[in-house]
T-cell receptor, first 112, second 113 residues
Framework: DAGVTQSPTHLIKTRGQQVTLRCSPI?????VSWYQQVLGQGPQFIFQ???????GRGNFPDRFSARQFPNYSSELNVNALLLGDSALYLC???????????FGPGTRLTVL | QKEVEQDPGPLSVPEGAIVSLNCTYS??????FMWYRQYSRKGPELLMY????GNKEDGRFTAQVDKSSKYISLFIRDSQPSDSATYLC?????????????FGTGTRLTVIP
């Protein structure tokens, strides 16, 4: 079974631009979460989606948005990028009926 | 006060040593406790998952949860150089929801051959 996949692996953007990150969960998992991990820190919760509906939102500005598709894949969008948005963005696939979260390799975003 | 406190280390031990990693937390509603291992520039890998208080063992790894003290631990027996990584504790539960994980900052471990 394939694990969680994320694309792209790396991304370089400039301030003010917009970015879209993509995630495919483990087959059979219907819920995904997104996290931001700044260098030297633990991941911080951004969003959770289950069956295409938002089920949780962390303390992030409205520049951050997400959605989930019928095949349970998900996109995270960040508008008006700031230097402080530079981080590793992680997608977690949540085992249906449990709370175990399995992370993908992440997308490393650099904002110049 | 942070929700989860974790000593960032770094921690260096000789091969074969027993490693003890710890986290404390402030939210008494947390019920789900996890330990992740993260290699440099990679995503976190789930090592241990525990619900409520008690011990759980999986091979060389033992996770302990003491909810009365708001303290969780991960023990690694017979540590190997391949265990060198950053270890993150994570927890969830209560009004913030079961799937909103709160992480510690991570402890960087080096096992010296």
């Amino acid at each position: 079974d394939a694990g969680v996949t994320q694309s792209p692996t790396h991304l370089i953007k400039t301030r003010g631009q917009q970015v879209t990150l993509r995630c495919s969960p483990i087959s059979g998992h219907k819920s995904v979460s997104w996290y931001q991990q700044v260098l030297g820190q633990g991941p911080q919760f951004i969003f959770q989606y289950y069956e295409k509906e938002e089920r949780g939102r962390g303390n992030f500005p409205d520049r951050f948005s997400a959605r989930q598709f019928p095949n349970y894949s998900s996109e995270l969008n960040v508008n008006a990028l700031l230097l402080g948005d530079s981080a590793l963005y992680l997608c977690a696939s949540i085992r249906t009926g449990y709370n175990e979260q399995f992370f993908g390799p992440g997308t490393r975003l650099t904002v110049l | 006060q942070k929700e989860v406190e974790q000593d960032p280390g770094p921690l260096s031990v000789p091969e074969g040593a027993i490693v003890s990693l710890n986290c404390t937390y402030s939210n008494s509603a947390f019920q789900y406790f996890m330990w992740y291992r993260q290699y440099s520039r990679k995503g976190p890998e789930l090592l241990m998952y525990t619900y409520s208080s008690g011990n759980k063992e999986d091979g060389r790894f033992t996770a302990q949860v003491d909810k009365s003290s708001k303290y969780i631990s991960l023990f690694i027996r017979d540590s190997q150089p391949s265990d060198s990584a950053t270890y993150l504790c994570a927890m969830s539960g209560g009004s913030t929801g079961a799937n909103n994980l709160f992480f510690g900052t991570g402890t960087r471990l080096t096992v010296i051959p």
